[in-house]
Structure formats: C-alpha cells, structure tokens
C-alpha cells in the first residue's frame, strides 16, 4: 500500500492567493482526517469525513478555509484568501474501524 | 475543547538511559490512548497503544492511570535513534471513532 498521499509537499504562496492541498488516503479507509501543525499550537484537528461525510469541522478556522471529499479516494482543503498565519505543516490521515491513524508526509505551506 | 498535555522538554539522555514521559488528560470520558512518534520535518508515526493494564513492546512501556488521568511511556536502554518528538493522543468519546486530541509532544535527544 502506498499510503497516505499528499500533495503538494511543499507550497509557496503570495498572501491573497488561493492554496488548494490534496489528499488521497488509504484505500479501504472510510475516514479521512485534516490536521494543522505549527509550533505554538502543535497539532490541531481541522475536519474529518466518514464515508466522505463531514463530521465536525468545528477546527476549522475561518470561511476562509474549506474542505471537500467527493468520493473515497480523495479529499481536498482549500484556504481563499490565504494569509501569512497560514503558515504551518498541513496533514491529512485516514483511518478504518479501530484505531491508529495513518498519517501522509504533509505539505509545508508558507504564506508571504 | 479538552486539552492534552505533556511537556515538552527537550529531554537530553545518554545512550542506554532510561527516560519516561508523563501526558495529562483534562476530559475523564477519554477512552483510547496512543504515543505517536514524530521524527523531524515527518508525519507522525503510531508507536503504541496504551491499554488499561498496561503495555509493552520491547524496550517501550505504556501505562494509564484513569484515577489521576494521565497516561505515561517509558523507554529503556535508549538508542540515539530513539531521538525523536514524541506526541501522545487521546480519543475523547466512545465507539469505533472519533477524532484524536494530540498534546504538544516531548522532543527527547539520546547522545553518545
């Protein structure tokens, strides 16, 4: 299995812009996991989907950010407009019934 | 939201040291318990899970403790490739899901 796959790995984007990160998880997975990394808050559950459902999104930080999973084998998180606090490692993890969470590499997003 | 919390170190150990790490719980009704191991600039890895009666895994033993609500993890005769971030994980409520809360983590350094 090749895991939990992210795209891009890293992401340079001018404030304003639109970033949109990937995520296909393992297959057979039925949940799917968006977390956020930074140094001062470590790391921070954004959304998670069920059978590509969105269950509590309630880390979410703002309108600004949105997540989608059209079907199992793919999800995506979009921040528009992006703004430097942005900043931070962005990882997606799936899951099956039971327990440890998969997690992909991550992409490092910088928002200047 | 209920926090997770551990120090953060760092822990600086020669090699073949004993080391144990302590993460507190804040929400009584957690029911599952994970030490993730996350190496620099990667995703986190699941290392262990800690059962109620205690585990072990090699040089690597978890324990809870629900009375005090902490869970801890102890490492024995540590390598310099133990060095790593460790975080640990608690799922707040019961069934077969249910996002993860992880602490801050605990970055450990063994030296020669």
């Known amino acids: 299995d090749a895991g939990v796959i992210q795209s891009p790995r890293h992401e340079v984007t001018e404030m304003g812009q639109e970033v949109t990160l990937r995520c296909k998880p393992i297959s057979g997975h039925d949940y799917l996991f968006w977390y956020r990394q930074t140094m001062m808050r470590g790391l921070e559950l954004l959304i998670y989907?069920?059978?590509?459902?969105?269950?509590?999104d309630s880390g979410m930080p703002e309108d600004r950010f949105s997540a989608k999973m059209p079907n199992a084998s793919f999800s995506t998180l979009k921040i528009q407009p992006s703004e430097p606090r942005d900043s931070a490692v962005y990882f997606c993890?799936?899951?099956?019934?039971?327990?440890?969470?998969?997690f992909g590499s991550g992409t490092r997003l910088t928002v200047v | 939201r209920k926090e997770v919390e551990q120090d953060p170190g760092p822990f600086n150990v020669p090699e073949g040291a004993t080391v144990a790490f302590n993460c507190t719980y804040s929400?009584?009704?957690?029911?599952?318990f994970f030490w993730y191991r996350q190496d620099c600039r990667k995703e986190p890895k699941l290392l262990m899970s800690?059962?109620?009666s205690g585990n072990e895994d090699g040089r690597f033993t978890a324990q809870l403790n629900r009375a005090s609500q902490y869970i801890s993890l102890l490492i024995r005769d540590s390598k310099l490739s133990d060095s790593a971030t460790y975080l640990c994980a608690v799922r707040e409520y019961g069934g077969s899901q249910g996002n993860l809360i992880f602490g801050k983590g605990t970055k450990l350094s063994v030296k020669p």
């Open positions: 929400n009584s009704a957690s029911q599952s």
């Open positions: 989907f069920n059978n590509n459902v969105p269950i509590d």
């Open positions: 993890a799936s899951s099956s019934l039971g327990y440890g969470y998969t």
């Open positions: 800690v059962y109620s």
